[in-house]
């Protein structure tokens, strides 16, 4: 199975400018997108096909990357982006990173 | 707007048998490929099976292969997931969601719905 790594948890403040970084174990080429999972709530896509921005999904929201190194960037943060961030690929069947605990400051 | 509405979840005994239902609307159902995705209490997400749109293509996760089977009712618009022999493992909230792109991205998720394993 290819493996994702996430960075457990990062602290910023309104905003700034953050980085969640996703690694693969293997390549996934363009094959990785991301979701925003709140408390409570079901995940929400914000990123395909690693820079593809998701409709309705506020440009401050970007990702880049491909092969095994992925990035989703906020730019600006705001409050509302209090979140857990997982990375996913589907390049070779369907694996998720452990998530990214998003807090503010 | 697209839906999707889990339902059949509950409290059950290991070994035992449930059945969860995932009811679609506000698209073509019978156009996209479905999932089955779990979350077990605070921690992260797991795929756990898939059906194509025409039920042609059906693949299982390593940890439900052979226990669970994925199946699809399109002129029901409903999603199905028939789960045996349950462990306390299994233990999760399971979300069908909607499979969307060449690149197979999950575009639409449930609200899930709870299945507890425990005596």
């Known amino acids: ?7 457990p948890a990062l602290a910023v403040s309104p905003g700034e400018r953050v980085t969640i970084s996703c690694r693969a174990s293997e390549s996934v080429s363009t094959g990785m997108h991301w979701y ?6 079901q995940p929400k896509l914000l990123i395909y096909g690693a820079s593809n921005l998701e409709s309705g999904v506020p440009a401050r ?14 730019d600006p943060v ?10 996913q690929q589907s390049w070779n069947d ?4 452990a998530g990214t605990k998003l807090e503010l400051k | 707007e697209v839906q999707l509405v889990e339902s059949g979840g509950g409290l059950v005994q290991p070994g035992r048998s449930l ?5 679609a609307s506000g698209f073509t159902f019978s156009n996209y490929g479905m999932n089955w995705i779990r979350q077990a209490p605070g921690k992260g997400l797991e795929w756990v099976a898939s059906i194509s749109s025409s039920s042609s293509y ?10 669970f089977t994925i199946s699809r009712d399109n002129a029901k618009n ?11 493992e299994d233990t999760a909230l399971y979300y069908c969601a909607r499979r969307a792109g060449l690149l197979g991205y999950f575009d639409y998720w449930g609200q899930g719905v709870m299945v507890t394993v425990s005596s």
Do not use: N, W
């Open chain 1, 1 to 7: 199975d290819t493996v994702l790594t996430q960075s």
């Open chain 1, 36 to 41: 925003q999972q709140k408390p409570g709530q």
């Open chain 1, 61 to 74: 929201f970007s990702g880049s990357g491909s092969g095994t190194d992925f990035t989703l960037t906020i």
């Open chain 1, 78 to 87: 705001e409050a509302d982006d209090t979140a857990t961030y997982f990375c």
């Open chain 1, 94 to 97: 369907d694996t998720f990173g």
């Open chain 2, 19 to 23: 059945k969860l239902s995932c009811l």
């Open chain 2, 58 to 67: 059906i693949y299982y996760a390593d940890t439900v292969k052979g226990r």
């Open chain 2, 78 to 88: 409903t999603l199905y997931l028939q789960m045996t022999s349950l462990r306390s």
